[in-house]
């Protein structure tokens, strides 16, 4: 038997006691022992217990006692998670989180706490829901070179996203429909402007080159400024727009970096990652590209993922899993700026025709495109491949000219 | 350093050894050990010294070297390969194989032997080659029942039907096109008629259900009579057909497990795998559908796989994986005849309309599908659910009454 806590009793926690409960016969024969929740950390009283375990609201009765030997970590947030975490740790204590703000601010920190201590810390489940990802990243491509990882690594945007695509709703009443159903919470801020995505790309950033990559260092745009005009001519240029994380190798060996929404051509495996649902494509130097789609949120999902953690922990309690990276640095992430790539640009002018013939000059290789529906004066092309940089200094001098650029959006290549 | 020795020097032993030596350091790292490669088994004369290892043909030489803790088989094949990997689990090595036939064959019994022997037999490789699968299922899903497993297994197979849907070329046209490009081996009969994929769905099968399902327990249908008449028909369906490996849990705690083409819905995540791709959907009642997709097979994927293996036992040679399942059973796998699904059916007679009036008697809830270029007197439909065995009959009973049935396809719903 193993004695077990869970701090946090929400959404996540309540749904960690249900599969432990429901799954107990199966779960002690996979793990090779029963597992026990021994305490369950609350910040407030709870009418009716949980069916396992004793309600207490002393982090330091579950620090203190011997007898739990794995910690489980749904409170979310950095405070106190990150302070309860770390103390576990260096009680000898394993750890196992499904808390993406903590692994993606404090990942390294608390990765070396728990091998200075010989102890686990898992978080299969901050990545993805029930999408196995974290482990499959570091076991089964241990022989590759991870070339790059791209995802649609947020539910919410791209139920979004596909709402306007599928039926040409316009943002804000498909972010009223996404809220309606659950999807999307009252205060959609984290993953409507990006922030959930960017701590997700950190996390397998930081485990696919071995370094931690911090959420500050990533520019991080949403998808508020996305309209039904650039949905449109997405699907003429060929494809759909989603909220993308990437990482890649840079030839200085450091990263670039980003969380933005993107053009995705309709023949990549992520232009199919509809809904609420999650795809992850990690592209290796010998497996080629490798795809791991399913639901990326939810309760019970994410608690099968945290379970699923808490079995290794047990599995591997004398033996420590070799999940780790070490600290960054601030020169580590590639300014974004620096990066090439293909642009779409839309923009309007009084003369779209002269205008559109201006910029193909700043652009050398640019495309047209058209649809159905265009403003008067609007007009729309595809750029070759250019730096960043290079692409806002054109637009900008193309400003001075006379034409206003309504939209920028980044071509995605997976 | 750990010493190990590679048996079998064909496509994936050269990969095998070609990834052991261009990743040298990584792995080391990620192992925390240098891994050698001591001998490598070969049944002939090589003009070139492999770049890591010696020659021998001596297979007593590797069993009876202390030294070597790790044998990797890639020989291909039952024999010598299930004598050998016996023998050297029974010696107390761990083994790391790529061999599907020897899994779907042996798998419960050589398991066992490393069960008593406290080694590892791991074979992430057998399974969609670098796409990982075979940890995910039994690690990440530790806490999931597994409703069912679907999958898209053979990437010979899924090229031709995916020449024969997206160009009209004909099956005998595209296995050429095949063969010419090495996606099809001159002799085609293993990918063709289904037993690739029948082995694959046994090992997934097995692990899922925690029993052993072996080939000769599965019914296995292949893709050498789908015309490009059942292809057109699948479109006007809204679908495309795909040759799938399938299992499920029966109510009766057996299993219901099937290899045949089937038409697929276009919504379906398994539509979408193309080419010489494979795709694996694992349904668990906690995480939902969980797609994996990616090359299921060439000579450095599977290498990569296999050495990801490699690196695992290292990492555990003296903590064995949990990886398991007991021996299976002759009732254990339902009859296929028993299964209810909806079927596909194309046929002819002298008065398409008029048979197609007795068809939608003897199968209610009947609907009637068209195509541009039908032949004269040909009609199709599909079914509502209903057993096999009883499909077959008002079939049979049709085909006395003067119709002539050219077609009957399951319909996959996953």
């Known amino acids: 038997m193993v004695e077990i806590a869970v701090m946090g009793y929400g959404v996540v926690g ?13 779960l002690t024969l996979r793990a090779h022992e029963a597992i026990h929740v021994k305490y369950v950390l609350v910040r407030r009283d709870f009418p009716n217990p949980p069916m396992m375990g004793t309600f207490t609201k002393s982090f330091d009765q579950i620090l203190e006692d011997p007898e739990v030997k794995i910690v489980v970590e749904v409170m979310g947030g950095l405070n106190p998670a990150y302070d309860y975490v770390r103390r576990c740790l260096l009680a000898g204590k394993s750890v196992v989180t499904s808390n993406k703000e903590l692994v993606a601010a404090k990942g390294a920190d608390l990765l070396q706490v728990a091998r200075d201590k010989n102890v686990n810390f898992l978080f299969e489940a901050s990545v993805g829901g029930g999408i196995p990802i974290i482990r499959p990243m ?61 701590r997700k790309i950190c996390i397998l950033a930081s485990l696919a080159y071995g370094r931690h990559v911090y959420p500050e260092q990533v520019h991080t745009e949403g998808i508020t400024r996305i309209t ?29 970096c980003i969380v933005c929404p993107m053009f995705i051509g309709r023949e990549s495996q992520l232009a199919n990652v509809d809904d609420v649902f999650n795809g992850i494509m990690v592209r290796g130097d010998v497996t080629g590209d490798v795809v791991f789609y399913g639901k990326g949120a939810g309760k ?15 599995k591997h309690l004398k033996a420590r899993k070799y999940l780790y990276w070490s600290d960054g640095d601030p020169d580590y992430v590639e300014d974004y700026r620096e990066a090439s790539r293909i642009f779409f ?30 403003e008067p004066g609007e007009f729309a092309f595809v750029t070759d491949h250019l730096q960043e940089k290079v692409c806002d200094e054109k637009l ?19």
């Open 14 to 26: 309540t749904g960690v006691i249900e599969v432990l409960a429901k799954h107990a016969e199966g």
């Open 138 to 198: 570091s076991q089964c491509l241990a022989a590759n070179d991870v070339v790059g990882v791209a995802g649609i690594l947020n539910g919410t945007t791209n139920y979004i996203l596909t709402k306007m695509f599928r039926d040409g709703t316009d943002f804000q009443s498909a972010l009223k429909q996404a809220q309606e159903l659950g999807y999307a919470e009252r205060d959609p801020s984290a993953d409507v402007e990006g922030a959930d995505a960017c």
């Open 228 to 256: 039904l005009a650039d949905v449109e001519y997405a699907e003429t240029w060929g494809g759909v727009v989603k909220l993308i994380g990437e990482v890649k190798r840079t030839p200085d060996n450091r990263v670039s």
């Open 300 to 314: 019970m999902p994410t608690a099968s993922a945290v379970v699923a953690d808490v079995i290794d922990c047990v």
């Open 345 to 374: 640009v839309r923009a309007h002018a009084a003369d779209a025709d002269a205008a559109f013939e201006k910029a193909a000059a700043a652009f050398p290789g640019a495309s047209r495109l058209h649809r159905k529906q265009a």
């Open 396 to 414: 900008a001098q193309l400003q001075k000219e006379g034409l206003t650029v309504d939209s920028r959006i980044r071509i995605g290549e997976m």
